[in-house]
T-cell receptor, first 111, second 113 residues
Framework: GENVEQHPSTLSVQEGDSAVIKCTYSDSASNYFPWYKQELGKRPQLIIDIRSNVGEKKDQRIAVTLNKTAKHFSLHITETQPEDSAVYFCAANQAGTALIFGKGTTLSVSS | KAGVTQTPRYLIKTRGQQVTLSCSPISGHRSVSWYQQTPGQGLQFLFEYFSETQRNKGNFPGRFSGRQFSNSRSEMNVSTLELGDSALYLC????????????FGPGTRLLVL
């Protein structure tokens, strides 16, 4: 089955800096890669996703890149703000299979 | 549309007891997945149900079981509770097929004493 590794486990940045979180997956058949943000005491919420027919996707300050050959994908957050502080999870699957998550990255943005 | 709901929100049990958690998916969503969340372990997949059938299963012992009803509501049961079962249990719903976006409920916080 699918296995997703996520790095780093913790990340501290200054407000205005960029943050990058990286994930690798094991199943070459996976074709859907979402990212979730979980604020303290709240449920995980989808912030962006990418499918394997696309190499990069942007939504305002966040972007995700995918390298299918290397089986890794990354989340990029630019101009970080204190409200970006949260736990971020990457995940991977293909249609009809379980959505498997990485262990999460705790991002702290200090002002 | 109303979001995914879970009941109860909090539970305290003792070792050896059993517990049943409930999840109501978003209207129209026929797939329900369950995850266990603990510090440092992230979101560990338990199982997924679609059309009342278990479609995917994670690597958890048989003490963890689930079912889905004809209205897509799902229950998860844990028998013979252990201290290590203390966790936040999240369910998530999605449509089945190409649209894979998964929406999470607020979770049930289980404490085993």
């Amino acid at each position: 089955g699918e296995n997703v590794e996520q790095h780093p486990s913790t990340l501290s940045v200054q407000e205005g800096d960029s943050a990058v979180i990286k994930c690798t997956y094991s199943d070459s058949a996976s074709n859907y890669f979402p990212w979730y943000k979980q604020e303290l005491g709240k449920r995980p919420q989808l912030i962006i996703d990418i499918r394997s027919n696309v190499g990069e996707k942007k939504d305002q300050r966040i972007a995700v890149t995918l390298n299918k050959t290397a089986k890794h994908f990354s989340l990029h957050i630019t101009e970080t703000q204190p409200e970006d502080s949260a736990v971020y999870f990457c995940a991977a699957n293909q249609a009809g299979t379980a959505l498997i998550f990485g262990k999460g990255t705790t991002l702290s943005v200090s002002s | 549309k109303a979001g995914v709901t879970q009941t109860p929100r909090y539970l305290i049990k003792t070792r050896g007891q059993q517990v049943t958690l409930s999840c109501s998916p978003i209207s129209g969503h026929r797939s329900v997945s369950w995850y266990q969340q603990t510090p440092g372990q992230g979101l560990q997949f338990l199982f997924e149900y679609f059309s009342e059938t278990q479609r995917n299963k994670g690597n958890f012992p048989g003490r963890f079981s689930g079912r889905q009803f004809s209205n897509s509501r799902s229950e998860m049961n844990v028998s013979t509770l252990e201290l290590g079962d203390s966790a936040l249990y999240l369910c998530a719903s999605r449509t089945w097929g190409d649209q894979e976006t998964q929406y999470f409920g607020p979770g049930t916080r289980l404490l085993v004493l």
